[in-house]
């Protein structure tokens, strides 16, 4: 079992920076890969970034790439996602997901734990 706790979420305006944190229970971190993944009011949860359970290996959804970078500290157990250059559009609930795979880490289905989302507001 494991357990996801998302922080680090708020309001900025547009052209700033956040960093959200995900950190996780247990001892087993390190054999998840670790996906972010988001959700506006009256849209679908889409795919952010994701990377692989040593951290070699990062994706990241077209709209975010060059912006957002995903790392992980395994003896922190804990996932971040650091975002620059903030939009309006990027305003949506973020949630931090594992998984125990790295295939078809940009869907929603398929991860086996959620963390319960932190949100982000970024103003015009």
């Known amino acids: 079992q494991v357990q996801l706790v998302d922080s680090g979420g708020g309001l900025v305006q547009a052209g700033g920076s956040l960093r959200l944190s995900c950190a996780a229970s247990g001892r087993t971190f390190s054999s998840y890969a670790m996906g972010w993944f988001r959700q506006a009011p009256g849209k679908e949860r889409e795919f952010v970034a994701a990377?692989?359970?040593?951290?070699?290996?990062?994706y990241y959804a077209d709209s975010v790439k060059g912006r957002f970078t995903i790392s992980r500290d395994n003896a922190k157990n804990t996932v971040y996602l650091q975002m620059n250059s903030l939009k309006p559009e990027d305003t949506a609930v973020y949630y931090c997901a594992a998984k125990r795979t790295i295939t078809g880490v940009v869907y929603t289905t398929g991860y086996d734990y959620w963390g319960q989302g932190t949100q982000v507001t970024v103003s015009s």
């Open positions: 990377i692989s359970r040593s951290g070699a290996s990062t």
